[in-house]
């Protein structure tokens, strides 16, 4: 099993930067992809970004390309969601996950591991 808590979320203003983190614990070594995934208020949720173990490669949607920018550490067993540039419509709850096969992938089912959620306001 493998625990996800996530930090960083807040009220910011059109523009400015956010940077989430997510902190994996228990049998680190199965969260071979980590993503981030959010989901508005009546909305289903969806890919943000993914990065494999290495970090060498990464997958974002093509609503985020551009601002925001997926890394991790394995060694402090983190993952950090850098978001520049924030618009009104990236407001919603934003959730780390994690899967245990080595591919990257933006569908939600198929990933086994999931943290509680941080939310992200954006405001004008």
């Known amino acids: 099993q493998v625990q996800l808590v996530e930090s960083g979320g807040g009220t910011v203003q059109a523009g400015d930067s956010l940077k989430l983190t997510c902190v994996a614990s228990?049998?680190?070594?199965?969260?071979?992809?980590m993503g981030w995934f959010r989901q508005a208020p009546g909305k289903k949720r969806e890919f943000v970004a993914a990065?494999?173990?290495?970090?060498?490669?990464?997958t974002y949607a093509d609503s985020v390309r551009g601002r925001f920018t997926i890394s991790r550490d394995n060694a402090k067993s983190t993952v950090w969601l850098q978001m520049n540039d924030l618009k009104l419509e990236d407001s919603a709850i934003y959730y780390c996950?994690?899967?245990?096969?080595?591919?990257?992938?933006?569908?939600?089912?198929?990933?086994?591991?999931w943290g509680r959620g941080t939310q992200v306001t954006v405001s004008s």
């Open positions: 990065i494999v173990w290495s970090g060498r490669s990464t």
């Open positions: 996950a994690a899967r245990d096969r080595g591919w990257l992938v933006t569908g939600a089912d198929y990933y086994g591991f």
């Open positions: 228990g049998r680190t070594s199965e969260a071979s992809v």
